[in-house]
């Protein structure tokens, strides 16, 4: 009887874990890839960061590399991109964007933040300026996912 009850809770504790660890698959992990010389790059990370987001910076000598190898289209290149559950997310789009991204799972490749936008996350000073939020697919399809 006791080692029952002992088996028991052992397979109590593991369920507990299990779940756990099933919850923590719905934050998956941005992996940034940067110049290590960027800072605001580092200020985008900081702002994933303050919005719940779990980041895992990676700085590369050739980032221009990791645009061609993820296939962000040239038209909406910024200074970093970074990869979360399987989509693109190029230069300084906003933490709000990427949460309604993986909520709604879109058909879509990627979001970029093309160029580098006063007033966009890791841009911030004075003289906001209004930007886009670009949704682009494998085709390089392009198509606009929010305004700010």
Not at 11 to 27: H, P, T, Y
Not at 75 to 84: E, K
Not at 97 to 115: F, H, S, T, Y
Request: charged residues 20%; aromatic residues 6%.
């Amino acid at each position: 009887m006791r080692r029952a009850i002992l088996t028991m809770s052992g397979c109590l504790v593991v369920a507990v874990i299990a779940v756990g660890a099933a919850r923590g698959q719905e934050k998956p992990v941005v992996e940034v890839y940067k110049s290590s010389t960027c800072g605001c790059c580092s200020k985008w990370v900081a702002h994933l960061e303050e919005h719940g987001f779990t980041v895992k910076a990676v700085d590369v000598p050739n980032i221009n590399r990791v645009k061609e190898i993820v296939g962000v289209p040239e038209g909406v290149t910024s200074c970093h991109t970074a990869i979360v559950d399987g989509y693109v997310i190029e230069g300084h789009v906003p933490a709000e964007d990427v949460r309604r991204l993986l909520a709604n799972r879109p058909p879509i490749a990627g979001l970029a933040v093309p160029g580098m936008p006063f007033g966009s996350p890791g841009m911030e000073g004075p003289n906001p300026e209004p930007y886009d939020v670009i949704g682009f697919d494998e085709d390089g399809e392009l198509t606009r996912f929010a305004s700010h």
